[in-house]
């Protein structure tokens, strides 16, 4: 089975300071992997996925993820974090292992902006 | 609008009395997904459904049940609900698997004393 690892349950920032949140997966076939953002008291909505196309991958918000086979990651980055920033992020791939269709989320990371 | 909606958003209740939380989207999506999330454990897939009649468990399916008789609705149905069920549930839903995004409803709160 497939499964997500994400570094840092918190990460804290500057305002206008580069975000980086780290996701690494473990697959034995080519995954899909998606982030999504979670703001207080919603559900989730994506940010961006990566399908197998170009592994650079551009979201909304300024957000973007570069797919790395040979280090097998998929770390979100921001160049300049805003407040609206703040929220939790989760790292996902979809598993099709075993013969199911699940997905499997990391345990998250909190993103913190400070003014 | 398209949207996934869940009812009730928060539920108070005891151990052991039986309790459906009901789902459903108007997206005439295939794929259908309950979620829990617990602090630290972000969220784990309890059953999914690929069509209508078609489900299987996820991760954590122990103690929950699921129905898909229609394509817009996915109840998830606790027969004896425990302290232990006590989390967020989500309901998510997404045109197919693989690659496409998955759409959340708004959560439920559970807790049982």
């Known amino acids: 089975a497939q499964s997500v690892t994400q570094l840092g349950s918190h990460v804290s920032v500057s305002e206008g300071a580069l975000v980086l949140l780290r996701c690494n997966y473990s697959?034995?076939?080519?995954?899909?992997l998606f982030w999504y953002v979670q703001y207080p008291n919603q559900g989730l909505q994506l940010l961006l996925k990566?399908?197998?196309?170009?592994?650079l991958v551009k979201g909304i918000n300024g957000f973007e993820a570069e797919f790395k086979k040979s280090e097998t990651s998929f770390h979100l980055t921001k160049p300049s974090a805003h407040m609206s920033d703040a929220a939790e992020y989760f790292c996902?791939?979809?598993?099709?292992?075993?013969?199911?269709?699940?997905?499997?989320f990391g345990a998250g990371t909190r993103l913190f902006v400070k003014a | 609008e398209a949207q996934v909606t869940q009812n009730p958003r928060y539920l108070i209740t005891v151990t052991g009395k039986k309790l459906t939380v009901t789902c459903s989207q108007n997206?005439?999506?295939?794929?259908m997904s309950w979620y829990r999330q617990d602090p630290g454990l972000g969220l784990r897939q309890i059953y999914y459904?690929?069509?209508?009649?078609?489900?299987d468990k996820g991760d954590v399916p122990e103690g929950y049940k699921v129905s898909r008789k229609e394509k817009r609705n996915f109840p998830l149905i606790l027969e004896s609900p425990s302290p232990n069920q006590t989390s967020l549930y989500f309901c998510?839903?997404?045109?197919?698997?693989?690659?496409?995004?998955?759409?959340f409803g708004p959560g439920t709160r559970l807790t049982v004393l």
């Open positions: 697959s034995s076939v080519p995954p899909y």
């Open positions: 990566y399908t197998s196309a170009a592994t």
């Open positions: 459904s690929m069509n209508v009649e078609v489900t």
């Open positions: 998510a839903s997404s045109p197919g698997f693989l690659i496409n995004e998955q759409f």
């Open positions: 996902a791939v979809s598993d099709q292992s075993a013969g199911g269709f699940k997905t499997i």
């Open positions: 997206m005439n999506h295939e794929y």
